[in-house]
């Protein structure tokens, strides 16, 4: 089956190193999306791309990278992991077809930063 | 941009009780609401979503209302199970959606 998958699940890291989350998906969606989880904030959105070579800031996009280079892969890297970035981030797409705009999320990776 | 404030914030039912989560939106040119709903540990899925042209759908016990002069739709669950207890979130939008800060539901036994 068509899939989304985030790796890593689980990571603990250091404040002012450079982290990458990767985000993989097979339904050859155009459209990616990276959600950052906090309590009491929902869903905010950090980046998002409708397609190759396409990257957009979302609303808390400050200390955060994406690119796209081909289809199924949308990387979030974070360029110098701060505390306040310790959260549980959502990779997601959406795609044409019968999907229509149905957003389908990754499992989650949860980042912690020391 | 598309602003959806989403409300209670928490909610507490008595099993077999209705609960109903409403939210607002700011873009009148949102066409497209989805609700979420998302276990503990677990990724938002997908429950239920109505398209603009549409006031009203049900799925079983799950429907969702949309009055699009007042901007603002609905969740209602009816007969309500502790399966349900989850935080469910709504979201609104055109091209970028937009997510709610999210309902924790708690059905009591």
């Known amino acids: 089956d068509a899939e989304i998958t985030q790796s890593p699940r689980h990571k603990i890291t250091e404040t002012g190193r450079q982290v990458t989350l990767a985000c993989h998906q097979t339904?050859?969606?155009?459209?990616m999306f990276w959600y950052r989880q906090d309590l009491g904030h929902g869903l905010r959105l950090i980046h998002y791309?409708?397609?190759?070579?396409?990257?957009n800031k979302g609303e808390v996009s400050d200390g955060y990278s994406v690119s796209r280079s081909n289809t199924e892969d949308l990387p979030l890297t974070l360029e110098s992991a701060a505390s306040s970035q310790t959260s549980v981030y959502f990779c997601?797409?959406?795609?044409?077809?019968?999907?229509?705009?149905?957003?389908?999320f990754g499992e989650g990776s949860w980042l912690t930063v020391v | 941009g598309e602003n959806v404030e989403q409300h209670p914030s928490t909610l507490s039912v008595q099993e077999g009780d209705s609960a109903v989560i409403k939210c607002t939106y700011s873009?009148?040119?949102?066409?497209?609401f989805p609700w979420y709903k998302q276990e503990l540990g677990k990724r938002p899925q997908l429950i239920i979503d109505?398209?603009?042209?549409?006031g009203e759908k049900k799925d079983q016990r799950i429907a969702v209302t949309l009055n699009k002069t007042a901007k603002h739709f609905s969740l209602h669950i009816t007969e309500t199970q502790p399966e349900d207890s989850a935080v469910y979130f709504c979201?609104?939008?055109?091209?970028?959606?937009?997510f709610g800060t999210g309902t924790k539901l708690q059905v009591i036994p």
């Open positions: 997601a797409s959406r795609g044409p077809g019968r999907s229509g705009n149905t957003i389908y």
């Open positions: 339904w050859n969606h155009n459209n």
């Open positions: 791309s409708y397609g190759v070579q396409d990257t």
């Open positions: 873009d009148s040119a949102s066409n497209y």
């Open positions: 109505i398209r603009s042209n549409v």
């Open positions: 979201a609104g939008g055109y091209q970028k959606v937009t």
